[in-house]
T-cell receptor, first 114, second 114 residues
Framework: EPEVTQTPSHQVTQMGQEVILRCVPISNHLYFYWYRQILGQKVEFLVSFYNNEISEKSEIFDDQFSVERPDGSNFTLKIRSTKLEDSAMYFC????????????FGEGSWLTVV | AQSVAQPEDQVNVAEGNPLTVKCTYSVSGNPYLFWYVQYPNRGLQFLLKYITGDNLVKGSYGFEAEFNKSQTSFHLKKPSALVSDSALYFCAVRDMNRDDKIIFGKGTRLHILP
């Protein structure tokens, strides 16, 4: 059973549309991460989120991206106005517990922008 | 800032032969080191990690990796390759002193020849 569940598994959206990707951990995790992988390429860090705040973000994570924890369990990544180059696999990740040093990844959400 | 280098884009090994996938790292503090595997259209699956202690760590599916501090390396190994080991392998590092994000290498595609 995966540590982290992501939805949707695949989404196709038109350029300029807003997209929300969701992540749900099994247990009550405090740390979350979002990563992006453009088809078959390097896995790139987007943002880390600790205790309901962004703790670090990369250059990729510009103003069109945002993260939230709206209800204490779900963790979302929002892309406000999608571009063609946002097409990628987006992974949510989290350690198993507060002191966990292994970060476990979800199965990913494959976003296709057309 | 931490970084990971995987010098080989692809490694080809005959089934039954030993395999090695190379990884070197750079981190300012003490490293947590990881190997993840990605099968086609799947997420990142944790294989093994080095945190502290014995330099040779064993993980899933018969894989092992050796931490070498002087060479800043963490090569992935397996004594006898299986066709089912064919996948994309990512080495990753986390700065122990910063309790931080994981940074990935660019990945090495392992192709086991039957």
């Amino acid at each position: 059973e995966p540590e982290v569940t992501q939805t949707p598994s695949h989404q196709v959206t038109q350029m300029g549309q807003e997209v929300i990707l969701r992540c749900v951990p099994i247990s009550n995790h405090l740390y979350f991460y979002w990563y992006r992988q453009i088809l078959g390429q390097k896995v790139e860090f987007l943002v880390s989120f600790y205790n309901n705040e962004i703790s670090e973000k990369s250059e990729i994570f510009d103003d069109q991206f945002s993260v939230e924890r709206p209800d204490g369990s779900n963790f979302t990544l929002k892309i406000r106005s999608t571009k063609l180059e946002d097409s990628a696999m987006y992974f949510c990740a989290s350690p198993r517990n507060y002191s966990g040093n292994t970060i476990y990844f979800g199965e990913g959400s494959w976003l296709t922008v057309v | 800032a931490q970084s990971v280098a995987q010098p080989e884009d692809q490694v080809n090994v005959a089934e039954g032969n030993p395999l090695t996938v190379k990884c070197t790292y750079s981190v300012s503090g003490n490293p947590y080191l990881f190997w993840y595997v990605q099968y086609p259209n799947r997420g990142l699956q944790f294989l093994l990690k080095y945190i502290t202690g014995d330099n040779l760590v064993k993980g899933s599916y018969g894989f092992e990796a050796e931490f070498n501090k002087s060479q800043t390396s963490f090569h992935l190994k397996k004594p006898s390759a299986l066709v089912s080991d064919s996948a994309l392998y990512f080495c990753a590092v986390r700065d122990m002193n910063r309790d931080d994000k994981i940074i990935f290498g660019k990945g090495t595609r392992l192709h086991i020849l039957p």
